[in-house]
């Protein structure tokens, strides 16, 4: 099955700089991966996703970029603001697999230091 | 707000009780999800519920028992739990039959089990 591994486990910039975290993923059918923001008290949130048909998205201060040959794709978040601190994770969907093929990283808790 | 709610947001149970956690999704959405968010873990699929039908079953202990009566609406019934149990259990849709694979969640309830 699949396997996400997920880097860092926690990030800390200062504010108005960049952060980003990174994803591996084992099983090269993947073609979905998302990424959600958890903040304290609340559930996951989606974010940002990609498809395996492009290698960057972006929206707005958030981008994500696919490497479909390494395996690995990122979050990558610019001029980092205190309302962007949180648990991110990252995760990958594999065709025919359960759930839909999601499968979790363990996630980053980023702190944006004022 | 993502459109999906649970109740109880809190619930304390002792090992011989019983007790349900509910999901509603007011999404239009087909398929229903219960994850289970332990610390330092990543988001453990528990069930998959599709038009209703219950699709995936990770292995989970018997003592957690799924109910879908209808696409918008999930139960989750505990009975007979261990401390083990204790975690942030999460219900999540999507519109799985659209081929897209976007998951929402909702906001979660603290299960403690004492």
């Known amino acids: 099955g699949e396997n996400v591994e997920q880097h860092p486990s926690t990030l800390s910039v200062q504010e108005g700089d960049s952060a980003v975290i990174k994803c591996t993923y084992s099983?090269?059918?993947?073609?979905?991966f998302p990424w959600y923001k958890q903040e304290l008290g609340k559930g996951p949130q989606l974010i940002i996703d990609i498809r395996s048909n492009v290698g960057e998205k972006k929206d707005q201060r958030i981008a994500v970029t696919l490497n479909k040959t390494a395996k690995h794709f990122s979050l990558h978040i610019t001029e980092t603001q205190p309302e962007d601190s949180a648990v991110y994770f990252c995760?990958?969907?594999?065709?025919?697999?359960?759930?839909?093929?999601?499968?979790f990283g363990k996630g980053t808790h980023l702190i944006i230091q004022p | 707000e993502t459109g999906v709610t649970q109740t109880p947001r809190h619930l304390v149970m002792g090992m011989t009780n019983k007790k349900s956690l509910k999901c509603e999704q007011h999404?239009?959405?087909?398929?229903m999800y219960w994850y289970k968010q332990s610390a330092k873990k990543p988001l453990e699929l528990m069930f998959v519920y599709n038009f209703k039908e219950q699709t995936e079953n990770n292995s989970v202990p018997s003592r957690f028992s799924p109910e879908c009566p209808n696409s918008s609406h999930l139960f989750l019934h505990l009975h007979t739990l261990q401390p083990e149990d204790s975690a942030l259990y999460l219900c999540a849709s999507s519109t799985r039959t659209s081929g897209l694979y976007e998951q929402y969640f909702g906001p979660g309830t603290r299960l403690t089990v004492t």
């Open positions: 995760a990958a969907s594999s065709p025919g697999g359960g759930a839909d093929g999601l499968t």
């Open positions: 099983d090269s059918a993947s073609n979905y």
């Open positions: 999404l239009g959405h087909n398929a």
